[in-house]
């Protein structure tokens, strides 16, 4: 189970949630489940990515929780849910599948947001019974579907074999990333945000992803190198919004222009210049933005009626 290092002040400092659950996947596997906000609202349900937890959900919770019911998970191995020797795309959607059936009433619909290996989530249970049942719209945030690791560009040589190889060692190493140093901060800076990016958000960044064990991050990186989700992109049928970074090194720009090529009903693409791969703490307004936006889209009708 990961160390709970997040930060404990500040935008990014995660809120305390109304209510926590255990949900159980497909498996048995325990997923730790928050819920924010008031009951009978509109619902969001908030899937984070690879090393991260619900607190990389803070400031998205913090303004979404005054007036919706925000459903935060962690992935598992990652934050508060142990990590399980299953480890793939089948877990992923099973995991999804088991938070939705878990904290949503018969026939309730929600945004799902989801970004990195969140979004991959979305997509890996796009065709489950429960997620047609339950999601309303979809945001993806710095995300692809397959060639990850060819496409990334955190080394910085043109394509090929060479960056390839380099950027799978470096994605799959089983090195301890230690404590958060001023070194770690910089590292992490450059893979993984926006050269802009402020200090307090390269820190909370940091913070939750060094509380991430390497045996998990190692684990779920096999999974990221081989992910083949393109059939799941076009099973994604409900409204679909897309936004990345242009200086997105890990999940580049074009990953997500294929993603708005490729879906059936992508309803917006935002590229949002200098941000890096980590949108929803670098751009926390905007991303709040688009998941308010889809709410009151597609689900905001159905919520009056059931008030």
């Known amino acids: 189970m990961s ?17 926590e659950l255990t949900a159980f996947s497909a498996d048995g596997a325990r997923l730790h489940v928050e819920i924010h906000g008031p ?12 090393t991260c937890s619900t607190a990389f959900w803070a400031a998205q919770i913090r303004d979404l929780a005054a007036d919706h019911r925000v459903i935060a998970y962690d992935q598992r191995g990652h934050g508060r849910s142990p990590a399980s020797r299953a480890c793939g795309t089948d877990a992923l959607a099973d995991d999804l599948e088991a938070v939705l059936r878990a904290t949503l009433s018969p026939g309730e619909q929600a945004v799902i947001a989801g970004h990195s290996m969140g979004g991959m989530t979305v997509m890996a249970a796009s065709g489950r019974a429960a997620f047609r049942e339950h999601a309303a719209a979809v945001l993806l945030c710095s995300t692809g579907s397959s060639r990850l690791v060819a496409a990334a560009t955190v080394v910085p ?11 799978r060692r470096i994605l799959g190493s089983r090195a301890p990333l230690g404590p958060v140093t001023p070194l770690a901060r910089r590292i992490l800076k450059y893979g993984t945000m926006g050269p802009g990016s402020a200090p307090h958000m390269v820190e909370a960044c940091a913070r939750i992803v060094h509380a991430c064990p390497r045996t998990v ?3 779920w ?15 994604l049928t409900v409204p679909t919004a897309v936004v990345v970074g242009t200086a997105d090194r ?8 294929a993603l708005c090529e490729a ?3 992508c309803t917006g693409f935002t590229e949002l210049p200098g941000i890096g791969h980590m949108t929803p703490i670098e751009a926390p307004e905007l991303v709040t933005g688009k998941i308010r936006e889809l709410v009151t889209t597609h689900i905001q009708v159905v919520s009056e009626e059931s008030a």
């Open 217 to 219: 991050r190692h684990a």
């Open 39 to 50: 009951e009978g609202a509109p619902a969001v349900v908030l899937a984070h990515g690879w």
């Open 221 to 235: 990186s096999q999974v990221l190198d081989l992910l083949d989700l393109d059939h799941g992109v076009r099973e």
């Open 263 to 265: 879906l059936p009903r």
């Open 250 to 257: 890990l999940t580049p720009p074009a990953q997500a222009r």
């Open 157 to 167: 040589l043109r394509p090929g074999r060479v960056r390839t190889w380099l950027t």
């Open 3 to 19: 160390r709970l290092l997040h930060v404990d002040s500040g935008p990014y400092a995660p809120p305390v949630p109304v209510r």
